[in-house]
């Protein structure tokens, strides 16, 4: 039983090294405004959470001298949870230190939309929007692509019309993109591996619940830990992935397989009656000598942890990614084992510190670390822990 043999897990700590920018600013950074406050970064509540970004020019508005009333749009991958009302926050908190700054006020504020598919990772609804942003002629775009590939056509769009485009939280493959701001996901899947492994004993089986198979950000944490396991823990096998966007094509191979150990008049099962708990039921089912669980973001770690509490399921060890509220609360209830908690906030805040440096020829870093931490119940009322949560 997990309970009897549990670890106690390692803080990871966060990339406070922050260093500037690697190209210098095009314009040698001089500022044409005469009416810019050279007060440098705005202490607020959540400024620990900007000290983690990485590198450190990102963490303040010094600098971005944006033309009045100039407005930056921003495109989640969801409008509905605590992560991207932190992304929502952080970004809304650059713009009003930008407006500080400069001194603007009224109609020549800098402007900030806020916009994401209200279906979570809808991919054609993320595509429209970015269609109704584009139109609007922003200085600059900065999206979280729920498809690495799916916004190509809009981008070179964007790039016809002089408007940059950065990503954050999950990444395009499109070339051209001015600035990527995320959490480093190979690192934090590796940390998520060494502790899972580690509270395994180095050994077993492990399941992997990812949240997709489109996105960057998928990609990156399954592979990472996969690649992990491989070369650090040989005793520990992966036996089964699971992406949520395969539900259709699980659940009618599911419902192939209990159709045909029907008996003679029995009613056989609809795969569209299967749901994702009964995906995850029936891995938990196939795998009995399963000793580990890993799941990718906070949609996978809520759904394996309803499943095993309508199980009674207490016998494995679990970890995940994100932390809401709901989602400390599978620690404290001992559900969960250890969360990689990332910070939306500075994300939020270094995306459109990007943008207006794109938009201003300043040079950005081709990726700027948001920076994460491993959080566990023995300590997540720690001092610098809890600055961390969301």
């Given at each position: 039983m997990k309970k009897r043999f549990r670890v106690i897990a390692l803080v990871l700590s966060l990339a406070l090294l922050g260093s500037g920018c690697s190209r210098a600013p095009a314009n040698g950074g001089e500022s044409t405004n005469t009416n810019v406050n050279n007060t440098t970064?705005?202490?607020?509540?959540?400024?620990?959470?900007?000290?983690?970004?990485?590198?450190?020019?990102?963490?303040n508005v010094d600098g971005l001298t944006l033309e009045p009333g100039s407005y930056i749009s921003i495109i989640g991958r969801f409008s509905g949870d605590s992560y991207w009302k932190e992304v929502e926050a952080g970004a809304k908190q650059a713009v009003a230190d930008i407006n500080t700054l400069l001194g603007y006020k009224g109609d020549d504020k800098i402007k900030l939309t806020f916009s994401a598919p209200s279906e979570r990772d809808n991919v054609d609804e993320q595509v429209n929007i970015l269609d109704e942003e584009l139109a609007r002629y922003p200085v600059a775009i900065a999206i979280a692509a729920v498809d690495t590939t799916a916004c190509q056509v809009q981008f070179e769009a964007a790039a016809d019309n002089?408007?940059?485009?950065?990503?954050f939280d999950s990444g395009s493959d499109y070339a051209d993109i001015a600035s990527h701001v995320s959490t480093n996901n190979l690192e934090a899947s590796k940390?998520?591996?060494?502790?899972?492994?580690?509270?395994?004993?180095?050994?077993?089986?492990?399941?992997?619940?990812?949240?997709?198979?489109?996105?960057?950000?998928?990609?990156?944490?399954?592979?990472?830990?996969?690649?992990?396991?491989?070369?650090?823990?040989?005793?520990?096998s992966v036996v089964s992935v699971y992406h949520l966007d395969e539900l259709e094509t699980m659940a009618a191979n599911i419902a192939a397989e209990k159709n045909a150990a029907l008996a003679e008049g029995e009613e056989g099962i609809d795969p569209a009656s299967i749901t994702q708990e009964d995906v995850v039921k029936y891995i938990l089912e196939k795998n009995p000598n399963l000793k580990g669980i890993y799941a990718t973001n906070l949609d996978t770690t809520q759904l394996v942890a309803d499943v095993l509490a309508s199980l009674e399921r207490d016998d494995l060890y679990f970890v995940g990614f994100d932390g809401g509220e709901e989602q400390l609360e599978l620690l404290k209830d001992d559900v969960v084992d250890g969360l990689v908690i990332q910070n939306p906030y500075g994300m939020g805040y270094a995306a459109v510190v990007s943008a207006a440096r794109a938009v201003l020829e300043l040079g950005n870093e081709a990726f700027v670390d948001s920076g994460y931490t491993w959080v566990t119940k023995d300590n997540m009322k720690e001092a610098e822990i809890k600055k961390m949560l969301y």
């Open positions: 970064k705005t202490e607020n509540a959540n400024q620990s959470k900007l000290d983690a970004l990485s590198p450190d020019a990102y963490s002089g408007i940059p485009v950065v990503t940390t998520a591996a060494d502790k899972l492994a580690t509270l395994m004993e180095r050994s077993g089986e492990v399941a992997v619940f990812v949240q997709d198979s489109l996105s960057m950000t998928a990609k990156e944490r399954e592979q990472g830990f996969v690649a992990e396991l491989a070369a650090s823990f040989p005793d520990v």
